[in-house]
């Protein structure tokens, strides 16, 4: 992978003289720091910061770019994830901004005190006496800085910068320059590119064209990461996206022909698609057992098995003895009873603990009881398990007559019983037959759609809308009370007849007009029978739910609750289900979750993956279907159109609703605002397009770019487009060569114009910056014209995702 | 904390022996304090560019033009061409199969398709 974090702690700070400047790319992606002159920087690392909550003490701490993911299961990230301090390519939180140059300077070995006395054995005499014994240890990075920042960055970022950069590190002075423009100077000195030239660099946020065309990069990957969060996972990596970017994506020639490709689904195509195999275990192989790995098992578990029957058997054979000694006991005990006199009786028994023959008696007789039963013999009270209704209710059959009063009574309770259980067992063999339908309509709707699932999916559905309409009316039915009660509704607003139904409307209705009632003329309540049905209806339990809803709010839980997996099996098969299953983190639950996706919706739901053969029975979609063993291919994502759909927005960013035009049809608007119309000077800047920043590693983005860039130029004019060398680090070597150059000590604004003309300095002297900046750019000599002055203004463009 | 942690170092250290003003002294801990930082929308704002010679550039004004090309129709779920287009739900789709899919969908993932280039129905 070419991004590689570099953390380690530098050691040589110290051997560093203070004029040596440190120089810092600070890219949307990226943040690279090390020393001016040197090939390469010290630090790379991830422009992120996380604040996570220690697990155990809980005190929120601060950690800066990618730490091992083993190291981060200490720390609570579930509040906080990893930000940015960029908004698109612009620093615009500098709290984050400060963690991430404490860390970068913290990793860098500055220290204070040590670069003091380095310092001091620097300076000449008179000025050592000025430093004061308190500034002795004076805090602060004291190296000149050169840190990157977009093109036309606000001053209100840039002075923050500044303010940052002087008050919190003792920064003595500063810098600030364009990634691209150090990245075209590098190569140019390396004879990449000549000296006029046009500049594309695509990054992380943005992309610029420059003479002018920025585009930095990040589009296609804001655009990976949102099919990502299709699917509610938000839990994987960027190192995983962004590996996924850097292996996979490419730039199609032409976006159309290419899909069509894929739509034919030719043999071209078929080559292009790309598996990601996700990290899969086999599963551990169940070979066939030998006779003898069996034999061993069986005797194994005979052994067990018998092992604990003979516990079993002792337990009982000493509980047998030991009842067998108390009744011995006990029957002596009678024996001996029986020659004692009647009156010694008690004093005799005192010290056996019984009271008297009849407690004797009983025990003996419990003794026996739990005896027989200990020798498994039946016992009687088993006897009576299942008896027939005729003998556990005796009495019911017999007439009254024959009966006494007492009798009578018992029948009576009997016939209770007896209707009782009746009724119970009636309504378990209802639930049972319930039971049996429902697993025969499951089975059956099964069998469809294993037969035809998309005609499946259309019925079911159909039905859903249908019995949902019905239950939805009936239930709206019930709330209004009918029809003619809707009008009444209407006009009654929110009132307490909103909350009740029809039939409680109804019953407070009677109750009412019944209390009215018994105050008019002569109360004739009760003489005929009829009006005794009015408190029939006023009861409570008057609110008769019939048959009808129930068994339809029934079939649509049923049909809903199947429809519920069908939807997650759309929602797996056609939402990139290729893409999901990418969603790999190196932490544990997401793993689980991988898990279960594929084995419970891959096979279990997409009819696809289901052996026809072989349609198991209907599992719920937590379960782990055992119809198939997993297979490695179950854990591949097919990577088809998507491979290039995603680059494909840095040419049309309308593909993502972004009404900008495409890196090719930028450089031409640049190329058409430039100012100068200087002979042959398009044809110099075409035939020198400088590709830099991440997104240019993409196969296929220098033909692209031609091919786009040749309809846009008349015909016949030369275009060659060239590839940084290194595009990612290109911008930071640029930057540490202008740095060690003699120039750079005028091209820097000191911490002593700060604090003499204050914070806003920056703003009142915005045109003494930009002409320190453009001069800093023309120093470069990025274009043979500064193309950011003035003269050349709009011809800066920026793409912004 | 544990040992490995301190280890690697992973923890920026609160106190940094080369900063004038430390972390704790410019965010202290407990103090509420409100929103610091500006969007880069409010950010813009407040740079008055308004102002500015016209041909000077400035981060607004380098923003690329909208494109003068027709824009191209993808279906949203496939990233074929797409010819149709679904009054519905506001897809774009490639041909029935697609169709069939999209008027089945769930409206919740409608929008998450429709997010994906800026079309999904935002309610504020």
């Given at each position: 992978?070419?991004?590689i974090?570099r953390?380690a702690?530098?050691?040589d700070?110290s051997h560093f003289?203070s004029?040596?400047?440190i120089v810092i790319d600070n890219?949307g992606s990226?943040?690279?720091?090390?020393w001016a002159?040197?090939?390469d920087?010290?630090l790379?690392f991830?422009?992120?910061?996380?604040?996570?909550?220690h697990?155990?003490?809980?005190?929120t701490?601060s950690?800066v770019?990618?730490?091992?993911?083993?190291l981060?299961?200490y720390?609570d990230?579930t509040?906080?994830?990893?930000r940015?301090?960029?908004?698109?390519?612009v620093v615009?939180?500098?709290?984050i901004?400060e963690?991430?140059?404490?860390?970068?300077?913290?990793?860098?070995g500055?220290d204070g005190?040590q670069?003091?006395?380095?310092?001091?054995?620097?300076l000449?005499?008179?000025?050592?006496?000025v430093i004061s014994?308190?500034?002795?240890f004076?805090?602060?990075?004291?190296?000149?800085v050169?840190?990157t920042e977009?093109?036309c960055?606000p001053i209100?970022?840039?002075s923050?910068m500044?303010e940052?950069?002087?008050?919190?590190?003792?920064?003595p002075?500063?810098?600030?320059?364009?990634?691209?423009?150090?990245?075209?100077?590098?190569?140019q000195?390396c004879?990449?590119?000549?000296?006029?030239g046009?500049?594309?660099?695509?990054?992380?946020?943005t992309s610029?064209?420059?003479?002018?065309s920025?585009i930095?990069?990040?589009?296609?990957?804001?655009?990976?990461?949102?099919?990502f969060?299709?699917?509610?996972c938000?839990?994987?990596?960027?190192?995983k996206?962004e590996d996924?970017?850097m292996?996979?994506?490419?730039?199609a020639?032409?976006?159309?022909s290419e899909v069509r490709?894929f739509q034919?689904?030719?043999k071209e195509?078929?080559?292009?698609?790309r598996?990601?195999q996700l990290?899969w275990?086999p599963p551990?192989?169940?070979?066939?057992?030998?006779?003898e790995?069996?034999?061993?098992?069986?005797?194994?578990?005979?052994?067990?098995?018998q092992r604990?029957?003979?516990?079993?058997?002792?337990?009982?054979?000493?509980r047998?003895?030991?009842?067998e000694n108390q009744?011995?006991g006990?029957?002596f005990l009678?024996q001996?009873?029986?020659?004692v006199q009647?009156s010694?009786?008690?004093s005799?028994l005192a010290?056996t603990?019984?009271?008297?023959?009849?407690?004797i008696?009983?025990t003996?007789?419990k003794?026996t009881?739990?005896?027989?039963k200990?020798k498994g013999?039946?016992?009687?009270s088993?006897?009576?398990?299942?008896?027939?209704?005729?003998?556990?209710?005796?009495?019911?059959?017999?007439p009254d007559e024959?009966l006494?009063l007492?009798q009578l009574?018992?029948?009576r309770?009997?016939l209770?019983?007896?209707t009782?259980?009746?009724g119970?067992?009636?309504?378990?063999?209802?639930?049972?037959e319930?039971e049996?339908?429902?697993?025969?309509?499951n089975?059956?709707?099964?069998?469809k759609?294993?037969e035809?699932?998309?005609?499946?999916?259309?019925?079911?559905?159909?039905?859903?809308?249908?019995?949902?309409?019905?239950?939805?009316q009936?239930k709206r039915l019930k709330?209004?009370g009918?029809?003619?009660?809707?009008?009444?509704?209407?006009s009654?607003g929110?009132?307490?007849?909103?909350r009740?139904n029809?039939?409680?409307?109804?019953r407070?209705r009677?109750l009412t007009?019944?209390?009215?009632d018994?105050?008019k003329?002569?109360?004739t309540?009760?003489?005929?029978?009829e009006?005794?049905h009015?408190?029939?209806?006023?009861?409570?339990?008057?609110?008769d739910?019939?048959?009808?809803?129930?068994e339809?709010e029934?079939?649509l839980a049923?049909?809903?609750?199947?429809?519920q997996?069908?939807?997650?099996f759309?929602?797996i098969?056609?939402m990139l289900l290729?893409l999901?299953?990418s969603l790999?983190?190196?932490s544990?639950?997401?793993?689980?979750?991988?898990l279960?996706?594929n084995?419970?919706?891959?096979?279990?739901?997409?009819p696809?993956f289901?052996?026809?053969?072989?349609p198991g029975?209907?599992q719920?979609s937590?379960?782990?279907?055992?119809s198939?063993?997993?297979?490695?291919e179950?854990?591949?994502?097919?990577?088809?159109?998507?491979r290039?759909r995603?680059p494909?927005?840095?040419f049309?960013?309308n593909?993502i609703?972004?009404?900008?035009a495409?890196?090719?049809?930028?450089?031409g608007v640049s190329?058409?605002?430039?100012?100068?119309?200087?002979?042959?000077?398009e044809?110099?800047?075409?035939?020198?397009i400088?590709?830099?920043?991440g997104?240019?590693?993409?196969?296929g983005?220098s033909e692209?770019l031609?091919a786009?860039i040749?309809?846009i130029?008349?015909?016949?004019?030369?275009i060659?487009?060239v590839?940084?060398?290194?595009?990612?680090?290109?911008?930071?070597?640029?930057?540490?060569?202008?740095?060690n150059?003699l120039l750079?000590?005028?091209q820097t604004?000191t911490r002593m114009d700060?604090y003499?003309k204050?914070?806003?300095w920056?703003r009142?002297?915005?045109?003494?910056i930009?002409?320190a900046?453009?001069?800093?750019?023309?120093?470069n000599?990025l274009?043979?014209?500064?193309?950011?002055?003035s003269?050349?203004?709009?011809?800066?463009?920026?793409?912004?995702? | 904390?544990?040992a490995?942690v301190f280890?690697?170092?992973?923890?920026?250290?609160?106190?940094l022996?080369?900063k004038?003003?430390q972390?704790?002294e410019?965010y202290p801990?407990?103090?509420?304090?409100?929103r610091?930082?500006?969007?880069l929308?409010q950010?813009?704002?407040a740079?008055?560019?308004q102002?500015y010679?016209p041909n000077?550039?400035?981060y607004?004004?380098?923003?690329?033009p909208?494109?003068?090309?027709?824009?191209?129709?993808?279906?949203d779920?496939t990233g074929?061409?797409?010819?149709?287009?679904?009054p519905?739900?506001n897809?774009?789709y490639a041909n029935?199969e697609?169709f069939?899919?999209i008027?089945?969908?769930?409206s919740?993932?409608?929008q998450?398709?429709?997010?994906?280039?800026n079309?999904?129905?935002?309610?504020?």
């Amino acid at each position: 992978m070419p991004f590689i974090s570099r953390t380690a702690r530098q050691s040589d700070y110290s051997h560093f003289p203070s004029t040596c400047p440190i120089v810092i790319d600070n890219g949307g992606s990226y943040f690279r720091i090390g020393w001016a002159g040197e090939t390469d920087p010290r630090l790379v690392f991830r422009n992120i910061v996380q604040r996570p909550r220690h697990k155990t003490t809980g005190e929120t701490v601060s950690i800066v770019g990618d730490q091992d993911p083993t190291l981060l299961r200490y720390f609570d990230c579930t509040r906080s994830g990893p930000r940015s301090a960029f908004d698109s390519n612009v620093v615009y939180q500098f709290e984050i901004m400060e963690y991430i140059l404490d860390f970068g300077f913290d990793r860098m070995g500055v220290d204070g005190s040590q670069s003091l006395y380095f310092i001091l054995g620097q300076l000449p005499m008179q000025e050592k006496r000025v430093i004061s014994v308190g500034s002795l240890f004076l805090k602060q990075v004291d190296h000149p800085v050169l840190i990157t920042e977009c093109v036309c960055n606000p001053i209100q970022s840039r002075s923050k910068m500044a303010e940052l950069l002087f008050e919190s590190y003792g920064v003595p002075s500063i810098a600030f320059g364009v990634d691209a423009a150090f990245s075209y100077k590098y190569n140019q000195q390396c004879g990449v590119c000549g000296e006029d030239g046009l500049a594309i660099c695509s990054g992380f946020a943005t992309s610029h064209a420059i003479p002018h065309s920025y585009i930095y990069g990040f589009p296609e990957l804001l655009s990976l990461s949102t099919f990502f969060s299709l699917f509610d996972c938000s839990r994987f990596t960027w190192e995983k996206v962004e590996d996924l970017k850097m292996e996979h994506c490419y730039i199609a020639p032409d976006y159309a022909s290419e899909v069509r490709l894929f739509q034919k689904g030719t043999k071209e195509a078929e080559e292009k698609t790309r598996c990601w195999q996700l990290p899969w275990v086999p599963p551990p192989t169940e070979e066939p057992r030998s006779e003898e790995e069996i034999a061993r098992k069986a005797a194994i578990k005979e052994r067990q098995g018998q092992r604990l029957r003979e516990m079993a058997e002792a337990k009982r054979s000493s509980r047998i003895n030991e009842l067998e000694n108390q009744l011995q006991g006990l029957e002596f005990l009678l024996q001996q009873l029986a020659y004692v006199q009647e009156s010694d009786v008690p004093s005799f028994l005192a010290e056996t603990g019984y009271v008297s023959k009849q407690e004797i008696e009983s025990t003996l007789a419990k003794v026996t009881q739990s005896l027989r039963k200990a020798k498994g013999e039946q016992v009687e009270s088993e006897a009576k398990a299942d008896p027939s209704a005729t003998e556990k209710f005796p009495l019911v059959n017999i007439p009254d007559e024959m009966l006494t009063l007492e009798q009578l009574k018992e029948k009576r309770k009997q016939l209770f019983l007896k209707t009782t259980t009746e009724g119970r067992q009636r309504a378990k063999q209802k639930r049972f037959e319930e039971e049996m339908e429902r697993e025969r309509l499951n089975q059956q709707d099964e069998e469809k759609r294993l037969e035809n699932p998309e005609l499946y999916l259309e019925q079911l559905q159909a039905k859903y809308k249908e019995l949902s309409e019905k239950v939805e009316q009936r239930k709206r039915l019930k709330t209004n009370g009918g029809p003619t009660n809707g009008n009444h509704n209407v006009s009654g607003g929110v009132g307490r007849g909103e909350r009740l139904n029809a039939a409680q409307k109804e019953r407070m209705r009677l109750l009412t007009t019944a209390a009215f009632d018994r105050g008019k003329g002569e109360d004739t309540f009760g003489a005929r029978d009829e009006d005794w049905h009015l408190y029939k209806l006023m009861s409570k339990d008057n609110d008769d739910d019939d048959e009808g809803p129930d068994e339809d709010e029934a079939e649509l839980a049923r049909v809903t609750s199947r429809l519920q997996v069908d939807y997650s099996f759309l929602y797996i098969k056609h939402m990139l289900l290729h893409l999901l299953n990418s969603l790999i983190t190196s932490s544990l639950p997401m793993w689980d979750i991988l898990l279960n996706l594929n084995s419970s919706l891959w096979q279990d739901i997409d009819p696809k993956f289901v052996p026809k053969s072989e349609p198991g029975p209907w599992q719920s979609s937590t379960e782990v279907p055992r119809s198939r063993p997993m297979t490695k291919e179950d854990f591949q994502i097919l990577l088809e159109v998507e491979r290039f759909r995603c680059p494909e927005i840095l040419f049309q960013p309308n593909l993502i609703g972004i009404d900008q035009a495409g890196l090719d049809e930028m450089v031409g608007v640049s190329l058409r605002r430039l100012p100068s119309k200087a002979e042959g000077l398009e044809d110099r800047l075409t035939s020198n397009i400088f590709l830099t920043g991440g997104s240019c590693l993409y196969p296929g983005m220098s033909e692209r770019l031609e091919a786009g860039i040749r309809m846009i130029r008349p015909c016949g004019s030369p275009i060659k487009i060239v590839k940084a060398f290194d595009p990612i680090f290109d911008a930071w070597r640029g930057a540490a060569a202008y740095a060690n150059s003699l120039l750079f000590p005028q091209q820097t604004f000191t911490r002593m114009d700060y604090y003499e003309k204050g914070e806003d300095w920056l703003r009142k002297v915005k045109l003494i910056i930009s002409e320190a900046y453009y001069a800093l750019l023309k120093e470069n000599r990025l274009f043979s014209f500064p193309m950011l002055s003035s003269l050349y203004g709009c011809c800066v463009l920026q793409l912004k995702f | 904390m544990e040992a490995e942690v301190f280890e690697s170092e992973m923890v920026l250290p609160t106190y940094l022996r080369f900063k004038r003003i430390q972390m704790y002294e410019k965010y202290p801990k407990g103090q509420s304090r409100g929103r610091h930082w500006k969007h880069l929308k409010q950010i813009l704002q407040a740079e008055n560019y308004q102002s500015y010679p016209p041909n000077e550039p400035h981060y607004v004004n380098i923003e690329s033009p909208p494109s003068m090309l027709p824009c191209k129709k993808i279906c949203d779920i496939t990233g074929y061409e797409a010819p149709y287009f679904d009054p519905r739900t506001n897809l774009r789709y490639a041909n029935a199969e697609v169709f069939k899919i999209i008027r089945s969908l769930p409206s919740e993932y409608v929008q998450r398709y429709l997010a994906l280039r800026n079309a999904a129905v935002v309610l504020k």
